[in-house]
Structure formats: structure tokens, C-alpha cells
T-cell receptor, first 113, second 114 residues
């Protein structure tokens, strides 16, 4: 069965520091992978997605993620965090033959000035 | 920019009462999803529609939850009777026919059951 693990429940970084949020997935074939961001009390906004091809994908707001098949990972990165990036981040996996998404439990990002 | 509309944004109810949530997907999106997000967790799919037909409702507690999308456009999710454990954020999402894996989410309805 598909599953997504986000090992870090809560991460705190200083503004301007680099960021990496971890995501590991379990799926037998090549997965569709997504990162969503959720601000408090809001819905989810798609940051980026990986379907196939180049394993380094660029998203909105300066985020990028790298698909590593050997590690079953799809970590999210940003070289310099802004205070407005404070939010909850969710990794999700979708099967190729269906449009159902399985979400991880999320990582809450706090940014200190 | 087109958005998924949901109402109400917040709902407070007492247990055993009935509640209903409304969702209007992005125009032209044939697929509509209802998710439940418990505090501190990721969203979990409750029901998926393709046009007016239910595609997946395997995780929908059918003894108390019902969902409909009568004309294949907007949708209503109902809970009757509400229980304390139903307190959560209820999110609606939609996706276009040619990019079904890309889901666009509404702002959600925050339900508190007292």
C-alpha cells in the first residue's frame, strides 16, 4: 500500500537560512509526488510536483525538490527562507493509475527573525 | 484566478445535530474530492466524484456521512448526527480532466462539535 512519511513534525529556522524538509514514500512503481503548503486556517496550495523526467523540480515561491528513487525520497528545499514561509508543509504521493492522493502528516515550519 | 469555493468557513454545532458543507469546484473540473483533516494530521480522502458519480467512498462513514453532486458541478457533504470526533477541517478539491493528479483545494470548513 502507498504511504508517505514526514519524519520531522516541527522545524524551526532563522530567516535567511536554508531549509530542507524530508519526505519518504512507499510505492511499488514510479509515483507521482507532490508538495503542498498550508497556512493557518487555509486550504492547501500546490508548491511543486514530480511526474517523470528531470529529478530536480522547481516550484513556486523559490522551492525545489529532488526525487531520489534509490532512497524513496522527495525532499523539499529552499536556499533562503523568508518569514512568510512559516506554514505547514505536506508531502503527498499519487498512484499512476488513479488520481487518489495519500498525504503525510505534515511538517510545521517556524521562521525566526 | 479561479478558485474552489467552500462555505461556511466555520461551523460550530452540538453533537447529534445535522451539518452540511458546500463546495463549488473550479469551472470545468469534472473530478471533485472531499477530504477530512484532523488537527495535526494530513488530509484523508472521504469521497471522490467524477461528474455526478461517486468513484471512491471507501473511507466515508456511511452511517452518518453522505455526499452528493447532483448536477456534476457543486457538491454538498452532510453529517447527521454529528459526533465529537467529527471536529476537523473539511477540505474540498477539484481537478481537471487532463491533469487528474493535480488537485486544487478550497480554504476548507472548520467544524467544531460541542
Amino acid at each position: 500500500a502507498q504511504s508517505v512519511t514526514q519524519p520531522d513534525i516541527h522545524i524551526t529556522v532563522s530567516e535567511g537560512a536554508s531549509l530542507e524538509l524530508r519526505c519518504n514514500y512507499s510505492y511499488g512503481a514510479t509515483p507521482y509526488l507532490f508538495w503542498y503548503v498550508q497556512s493557518p486556517g487555509q486550504g492547501l496550495q500546490l508548491l511543486l510536483k514530480y511526474f517523470s523526467g528531470d529529478t530536480l523540480v522547481q516550484g513556486i515561491k523559490g522551492f525545489e525538490a529532488e526525487f531520489k528513487r534509490s532512497q524513496s525520497s522527495f525532499n523539499l528545499r529552499k536556499p533562503s527562507v523568508h518569514w512568510s514561509d512559516a506554514a505547514e508543509y505536506f508531502c503527498a504521493v499519487g498512484a499512476g493509475n488513479t488520481d487518489k492522493l495519500i498525504f503525510g502528516t505534515g511538517t510545521r515550519l517556524q521562521v525566526f527573525p | 484566478e479561479a478558485e474552489v469555493a467552500q462555505s461556511p468557513r466555520y461551523k460550530i454545532t452540538e453533537k447529534s445535530q445535522a451539518v452540511a458543507f458546500w463546495c463549488d469546484p473550479i469551472s470545468g473540473h469534472a473530478t471533485l474530492y472531499w477530504y477530512r483533516q484532523i488537527l495535526g494530521q494530513g488530509p484523508e480522502l472521504l469521497v471522490q466524484f467524477q461528474d455526478e458519480s461517486v468513484v471512491d467512498d471507501s473511507q466515508l462513514p456511511k452511517d452518518r456521512f453522505s455526499a452528493e453532486r447532483l448536477k456534476g458541478v457543486d457538491s454538498t457533504l452532510k453529517i447527521q448526527p454529528a459526533e465529537l470526533g467529527d471536529s476537523a477541517m473539511y477540505l474540498c478539491a477539484s481537478s481537471p480532466e487532463l491533469a487528474k493528479n493535480i488537485q486544487y483545494f478550497g480554504a476548507g470548513t472548520r467544524l467544531s462539535v460541542l
